[in-house]
């Protein structure tokens, strides 16, 4: 028997920075004969946040009762008996869970599930102590054609536009918040190691997509399957205004292009705030002159950035020992 023939769900998580081809590689995943793939079901985290127990592995009826009640839920595609089963069984939230996907995969005929939220980029550490045996593929793309999707997608209430600074400075949000989300699941991938972490490239993915299709298989001990490749057929819609996503194009490149429809103002200032973290990565970095103005707003951005990290911090910390005061009845 197989590695992944022995295994048990959730097998894989697909993360990343959203706007960067999560979807397409969910989808890609999800046409494998032996995978099921969720799209954004979000719940995981959610219920160790909002139910708090003081041991976020404690399966209790209100942690339950969150789940099934959560707005996403449904997206697992799993009815309320399924829920049920999954809850006699288990006796740990992890293994609630594992069961979850079990049913799901069951569902679509499948031996494995697994799930693609593409902000468990940052979820890395808690997911991996729930599920020590998950994989996780990051999918990764150019920065600056996240922003360029991000800046027509985002608003107050979704994605990097809920920042206070989006309204003065959306685009240096977007090369922050970028940077935040994918240097936060590249660290975190660094350090479970290479048997738990695979990073790719959306560049890569859609240029040369069987070739990283075979490199995600192997990494998954999975045989490949030409379907993930053709994923696409006799789903793909026409009409000029729907998106590559909603239309299901194949794997496409060149559907953003920085260069050519970012400003040269806004190349310099993305540069200025993520450029290093870009060559890093193995991108190219702009070769725009970077003036005074352009320098300043970057200063004012990074410590406004700083400084509201710096407050999510003191707030989880915050969280952090008020739980474990209501836990230990001080």
């Given at each position: 028997?197989?590695t992944?023939?022995?295994?048990?769900?959730?097998?894989?998580?697909?993360?990343?920075?959203p706007?960067?081809?999560?979807?397409?590689?969910?989808?890609?995943?999800?046409?494998?004969?032996?995978?099921?793939?969720?799209?954004?079901?979000?719940?995981?985290?959610?219920?160790?946040?909002?139910?708090?127990?003081?041991?976020?592995?404690?399966?209790?009826?209100?942690?339950?009762?969150?789940?099934?009640?959560?707005?996403?839920?449904?997206?697992?595609?799993?009815?309320?008996?399924?829920v049920?089963?999954?809850a006699?069984?288990?006796?740990?939230?992890?293994?609630?869970?594992?069961a979850l996907?079990?049913?799901?995969?069951?569902?679509?005929?499948?031996?494995?599930?697994?799930?693609?939220?593409?902000?468990?980029?940052r979820?890395?550490?808690?997911?991996?102590?729930?599920?020590?045996?998950?994989?996780?593929?990051?999918?990764?793309?150019?920065?600056?054609?996240?922003?360029?999707s991000?800046?027509?997608?985002?608003?107050?209430?979704?994605?990097?536009?809920?920042?206070?600074?989006?309204?003065?400075?959306?685009?240096?949000?977007?090369?922050?918040?970028?940077?935040?989300?994918?240097?936060?699941?590249?660290?975190?991938?660094?350090r479970?190691?290479?048997?738990?972490?695979?990073?790719?490239?959306?560049?890569?993915?859609?240029?040369?997509?069987?070739?990283?299709?075979?490199?995600?298989?192997?990494?998954?001990?999975?045989?490949?399957?030409?379907?993930?490749?053709?994923?696409?057929?006799?789903?793909?819609?026409?009409?000029?205004?729907r998106?590559?996503?909603?239309?299901?194009?194949?794997?496409?490149?060149?559907?953003?292009?920085w260069?050519?429809?970012?400003?040269?103002?806004?190349?310099?200032l993305?540069?200025?705030?993520?450029?290093?973290?870009?060559?890093?990565?193995?991108?190219?970095?702009?070769?725009?002159?970077?003036?005074?103005?352009?320098?300043?707003?970057?200063?004012?951005?990074?410590?406004?950035?700083?400084?509201?990290?710096?407050?999510r911090?003191?707030?989880?910390?915050?969280?952090?020992?008020?739980?474990?005061?209501?836990?230990?009845?001080?």
């Open positions: 028997m197989s992944a023939e022995s295994s048990t769900s959730p097998y894989v998580f697909v993360v990343g920075c706007r960067s081809g999560t979807t397409l590689l969910q989808r890609m995943l999800d046409a494998h004969p032996m995978l099921a793939v969720a799209n954004d079901t979000h719940f995981i985290p959610q219920a160790v946040d909002k139910v708090r127990t003081g041991d976020e592995n404690q399966l209790t009826p209100e942690r339950i009762e969150f789940v099934r009640s959560y707005k996403r839920f449904s997206r697992l595609g799993i009815d309320g008996d399924a049920d089963r999954a006699g069984t288990a006796k740990t939230y992890p293994e609630f869970v594992s996907y079990s049913e799901m995969a069951q569902v679509h005929g499948k031996p494995l599930a697994g799930e693609k939220t593409p902000d468990y980029v979820r890395i550490p808690l997911l991996h102590r729930l599920f020590p045996d998950a994989r996780f593929v990051h999918i990764i793309r150019d920065g600056r054609d996240v922003a360029l991000a800046l027509q997608w985002a608003h107050d209430q979704k994605g990097p536009g809920r920042f206070e600074l989006w309204k003065e400075q959306p685009l240096a949000v977007c090369a922050l918040w970028w940077a935040w989300q994918v240097g936060s699941g590249h660290d975190e991938g660094v479970i190691g290479s048997r738990h972490y695979l990073e790719v490239r959306y560049e890569d993915l859609t240029a040369e997509p069987e070739q990283q299709l075979q490199r995600i298989s192997d990494f998954l001990e999975l045989p490949y399957a030409p379907e993930m490749a053709s994923f696409h057929e006799g789903k793909t819609r026409g009409g000029t205004n998106s590559a996503k909603n239309a299901w194009l194949p794997a496409t490149s060149g559907l953003r292009n260069r050519k429809d970012l400003s040269i103002v806004d190349q310099a993305f540069d200025t705030l993520s450029g290093v973290f870009l060559q890093d990565l193995g991108y190219q970095r702009s070769s725009t002159a970077i003036g005074d103005d352009t320098i300043a707003t970057a200063q004012h951005c990074l410590q406004w950035w700083q400084q509201e990290m710096d407050r911090e003191r707030k989880r910390s915050d969280e952090t020992v008020a739980q474990s005061q209501n836990a230990t009845g001080i």
